[in-house]
């Protein structure tokens, strides 16, 4: 049983716990065990990258997340790294980088609909500014990064972090519009993880192409995206060389609250996926075909918080707890009882 603390920003005292049950399987066991790994040394997790999709959440609005990223994007603009690199004697760079994108609500939201392309290019910005690392060369950073000292190096996290967030944030938007529902996640990273836990031929029937509510999946710490999320994105601005299939068994997880997939959705999805493949000159590319989907690894429990497991009242229940405060497994626990807006931690782990 591994129990998920969850509490309000405002007031940490005021907390919802989730228990989850870990599947009987051979890749559950593995992350059981990176888990508790993570739990023991007491490693920090990515408070920024927790909650995506929770678009009723007055406490954490689009507002907010806007008004977060163009800070975040004015520190970088403000930061000559052409000048830094001059003074630093790092003389690897000569041209200055400006994201110059309309990020404002007027240029997102447009007569309904979230201009979720616009954030596509927000990351693609990140991935120059950090560098387009690849499976086979994770060490490789942008001369930007290189020379950026840590609370820049920090602030060009975040801009990945805040795309994630906004991306998520604007594609429920647009499901609560055209459908009337939406898909929030919980999001559990760390900030150090082993990499030595490689999925193999036992772990593939673990890997399914759909959702269902209350389904505990592995997180991915697959560097760019795979092809499957890319394809999900609709992501035209990565390149082919940036997509990856999942490598590593992780201590990283994630919590689906959204809708089922049905038997159909899951075809469709299948079907534009191979014709996506097609499109970009992948159809051949056997690597494109291994582990689509997410790994499940677990299930909430919703009896034991709830008393009901309806899709819309849990959502209404956890609306508002958007701060991971602890997680317990057995007899291990780890609190984190910073917040987000309490960056120390994160700008130690960039230094």
């Known amino acids: 049983m591994v129990r998920l603390v969850l509490s309000k920003t405002d007031n940490v005292n005021d907390q919802l716990e989730l228990h989850i049950e870990t599947f009987d399987s051979v890749t559950a066991k593995k992350w059981h065990d990176l888990l508790k790994i993570n739990l023991q040394k007491k490693v920090p997790i990515k408070k920024h990258v927790a909650m995506h999709g929770w678009i009723m959440d007055q406490s954490r609005t689009l507002r907010h997340i806007l008004d977060e990223l163009n800070n975040t994007i004015d520190h970088i603009n403000n930061f000559n790294f052409a000048k830094h690199a001059y003074i630093t004697k790092q003389a690897i760079i000569k041209k200055d980088f400006n994201i110059g ?54 602030q060009i996290s975040k801009i990945n972090n805040l795309s994630h967030e906004l991306f998520h944030w604007g594609m429920e938007y647009n499901n609560w519009h055209n459908v009337k529902y939406y898909n929030p996640e919980i999001h559990v990273h760390y900030y150090d993880n082993k990499d ?116 819309n009242l849990v959502q209404q229940n956890i609306n508002g707890y958007n701060n991971i405060y602890a997680i317990i497994l057995d007899d291990y626990k780890s609190t984190y009882e910073w917040l987000m807006s309490e960056e120390e931690i994160d700008i130690q782990q960039h230094a």
Not at 105 to 127: A, E, P, R, S
Not at 210 to 221: A, S
């Open 101 to 154: 994108l309309d990020l404002s609500m007027d240029n997102l939201v447009i007569n309904g609909t979230f201009n979720l392309d616009i954030v596509n290019q927000l990351h693609d910005k990140f991935v120059q500014l950090e560098g387009a690392k690849t499976i086979d060369n994770l060490h490789s950073v942008s001369p930007y990064f290189q020379i950026a000292p840590a609370e820049i190096r920090w």
């Open 196 to 311: 030595n836990e490689y999925f193999v031929d036992e772990d593939e029937d673990c890997f399914k192409k759909g959702f269902k509510f209350g389904r505990v999946y592995l997180g991915d710490t697959t560097v760019g995206k795979t092809y499957w999320d890319a394809f999900n994105d609709d992501d035209d601005h990565i390149n082919n060389s940036e997509l990856e299939p999942p490598q590593n068994i992780t201590a990283d997880f994630h919590v689906w609250l959204g809708n089922t997939s049905s038997v159909e959705e899951i075809k469709m999805r299948e079907t534009k996926y191979w014709k996506w493949l097609y499109n970009r000159g992948l159809r051949d590319e056997p690597l494109a075909n291994k582990r689509l989907g997410q790994a499940e690894i677990g299930q909430i429990d919703f009896r034991k918080t709830f008393n009901n497991e309806v899709p």
